[in-house]
């Protein structure tokens, strides 16, 4: 039977155009009434009448049975009204049969497929959402909401159905070209289809998406993109496949180059100790002597002291294109032999007895035996002034206006009063330091010093030579005449700070020349001073300046190297003093009075601080500062540092390089720094 579903805006309406729709007559169809019409608020709301209308098929209507015309006949004889709800139940259990179950009026999706069932009163309805396309009776449908009907052939479709993304890669060279890693991001395919939907009136067509990683990259298109970058390494297989294989964004190495072997610079191997060792020791009978906590280590004549090792050369490697890398250039030591030492095939042996003394920075090695000068009682007028090239020990005081100078170390047992102590080592004295002048490892901070100065001057004359080489290169007429005359107008025009500091430098060299045991300080301030100093037209060339730029980083490294252990302060107390060390101070008594004290590592002072400035390149360790009459009392750190004390006095002044801060009140374990602000902060 043909059968077609028709709307209208009641019953009759509905019925008239599906009988027109079918061209047939009332008498040959039945009438199911799909949904009643109902009356909206100012037509919000409202609904259409839907009937089913079938054509019937040709049979004699049985007795006792209503025929169509008698079953349209009670339709058309309905008040105009639309039918109430007992007249909808006559409507459902008229011979108009109305399928009854759990998906009665009701539409869903099974396996992509539209499937629905039409209710007595009404039909199921669906949204339509982005992604999906609904065909009815292979037509694209525009709404995005429809009544669907059991008459009707129904199609979805998904929009994009597959996705597909290729694997994304690349290969990335690093600058010494020894490694070329691969970067793998794994493409995918993304499939569509339409989400299956449980039975109801209403539902949402809505997609549902799958997605599967699927790496595309082979090994093909890798090695042939390393052709192309000429690349001739082998390749790390293993590497290759994981990348291949990869589910996931990864980096593989997958060609690895040979890298240089580094060589090694010539070194000192020492055979006898160097170090002055710290600690008591007992005697043969059990006993400790409380005086003796250093022990000083000395050599024999004939003694091995160190051995010389010849610089180890490195191997070459290779870049992944097989270019080759050569190894570091490796040096060997430059032995400065001093006195009481002789060297026997690369073995440094002493002819001397006493202490042997190394001192290294950088390439320069200068090794020699200190002597020991003993002075038995006090330094005075009767003794005179003492001045050694070796270590001295001093068995009394030093009384004032006296003056100690050593190359090694002094150590005094009692007082030094209003004297002057000047050693390359260290200083070291069991009695009380009054109103006078202490330096120890006065070369290191000389040599420091000098670094600096050199430093910046070091930048100017790179700047100076390339303008040089420049203004040659434009004009021949300099390189004939001399450089002097275009030095000066450089000094005078670009670099005015120039002279300035290189006279300082050339001053301070030959102000301290017997403290400086490496000449290269020496020859450096005369070549300063006779290409920017004078005023001669010397000779002066593009290599003349060249080979000065190659002394002063040579001197740069050695002034760059740190501050030995041997160069330290160790006293009881300090009275209105000043205290100079490349190395670390401890005083140990009961403390320091109105004085300065600079050291170049840490600050130990085991009792009380009151008034003075101390500064410590490292940290500072005080047990108890400042004092109640309010005398100032500073201690300064490096802006890295930290200060620690027992028992600090409102009053005392903390600096962290630039950076001060003074205490409003009494603390008590105390340790304070900086912050990465630049705050001063208290932990």
């Known amino acids: 039977m043909r059968s077609i579903v028709s709307k209208g805006k009641d019953v009759t309406e509905a019925m008239n155009i599906g009988i027109e729709e079918l061209k047939t007559s009332k008498k040959e169809v039945h009438i199911e009434v799909l949904q009643t019409p109902k009356e909206g608020f100012f037509g919000i709301g409202s609904k259409k009448a839907v009937v089913k209308v079938t054509k019937k098929e040709d049979k004699a209507v049985p007795a006792g049975e209503k025929s169509s015309d008698g079953y349209f006949a009670e339709v058309m004889n309905l008040t105009s009204e639309y039918p109430t709800v007992d007249e909808e139940k006559y409507f459902n259990h008229s011979e108009v049969n109305m399928k009854k179950d759990d998906t009665s009026g009701k539409v869903w999706v099974n396996k992509g497929q539209l499937n629905c069932t039409p209710g007595t009163t009404q039909l199921p309805m669906v949204t339509v959402k982005e992604g999906v396309e609904l065909y009815r009776n292979q037509k694209l449908v525009i709404e995005k909401k429809i009544f669907i009907s059991p008459e009707d052939t129904y199609q979805l479709k998904v929009k994009n159905e597959v996705q597909v993304q290729e694997s994304q890669w690349s290969l990335k060279i690093d600058k010494r070209e020894l490694t070329v890693h691969l970067t793998v991001e794994p493409g995918y395919h993304i499939t569509r289809e339409v989400k299956d939907m449980e039975a109801a009136e209403h539902i949402e067509l809505a997609v549902t998406e799958t997605k599967e990683i699927v790496n595309t990259l082979s090994q093909e298109k890798v090695i042939n993109r390393l052709k192309e970058l000429s690349i001739k390494h082998d390749i790390n297989e293993i590497e290759l496949i994981k990348a291949l294989r990869t589910r996931q964004s990864q980096t593989f190495e997958i060609v690895t180059g040979i890298p240089p072997t580094e060589g090694k610079n010539g070194w000192i191997e020492l055979k006898v100790k160097t170090k002055i060792e710290d600690g008591l020791k007992e005697n043969e009978f059990g006993r400790i002597n409380f005086r003796e906590s250093k022990t000083i280590p000395t050599v024999e004549i004939d003694d091995i002291i160190a051995i010389i090792h010849p610089p180890v050369q490195g191997s070459s490697g290779y870049t992944v294109t097989y270019a080759e890398l050569p ?326 002044v903390l600096k962290f390089g630039k950076r001060k801060h003074v205490l409003t009140d009494d603390y008590h374990l105390l340790v304070a720094k900086l912050n990465e602000h630049g705050d001063v902060i208290f932990e």
């Open 327 to 652: 190894a570091k250039q490796v040096y060997p030591l430059i032995l400065r032999e001093g006195r009481g030492i002789k060297v026997v095939d690369d073995q440094v042996i002493a002819t001397e007895f006493g202490r042997p003394k190394i001192d290294q920075k950088g390439k320069l090695v200068n090794i020699s035996i200190m002597d020991k000068l003993l002075h038995d009682g006090d330094v005075n007028l009767a003794s005179g002034n003492i001045h050694f090239s070796g270590d001295i020990e001093i068995t009394g005081e030093i009384e004032n206006g006296m003056v100690i100078e050593s190359q090694g170390d002094i150590h005094t047992a009692k007082n030094i009063n209003m004297s002057t102590c000047t050693a390359s080592g260290a200083i070291v004295s069991r009695g009380n330091i009054n109103k006078s002048d202490l330096s120890a490892g006065k070369n290191n901070m000389l040599v420091t010093e000098l670094g600096q100065l050199l430093g910046v001057m070091q930048s100017n004359t790179e700047r100076m030579f390339s303008a040089i080489k420049q203004l040659t290169n434009k004009s021949t007429n300099f390189a004939q005449g001399g450089l002097q005359p275009l030095i000066r107008i450089l000094l005078e025009e670009k670099f005015k700070d120039f002279t300035p500091l290189a006279r300082k430098y050339v001053e301070l060299v030959k102000k301290n020349a017997h403290h400086l045991e490496d000449d290269r300080w020496q020859k450096s301030a005369d070549s300063i001073s006779k290409l920017f100093l004078t005023s001669s037209n010397g000779t002066a060339s593009i290599q003349t300046i060249s080979n000065l730029l190659d002394q002063m980083q040579d001197l740069l490294e050695v002034s760059g190297t740190s501050v030995e252990s041997e160069s330290y302060v160790h006293v009881l107390n300090v009275l209105n003093s000043h205290i100079n060390c490349s190395g670390n101070v401890l005083i140990e008594g009961r403390g320091c009075v109105n004085s300065k004290i600079h050291s170049g590592g840490y600050l130990k002072i085991r009792g009380i601080l009151r008034g003075g400035e101390v500064y410590a390149r490292l940290d500072a360790d005080i047990n108890e500062t400042g004092a109640s009459s309010g005398t100032l009392t500073t201690i300064a750190v490096s802006s890295d540092q930290k200060i620690k004390i027992n028992k600090a006095k409102e009053g005392t």
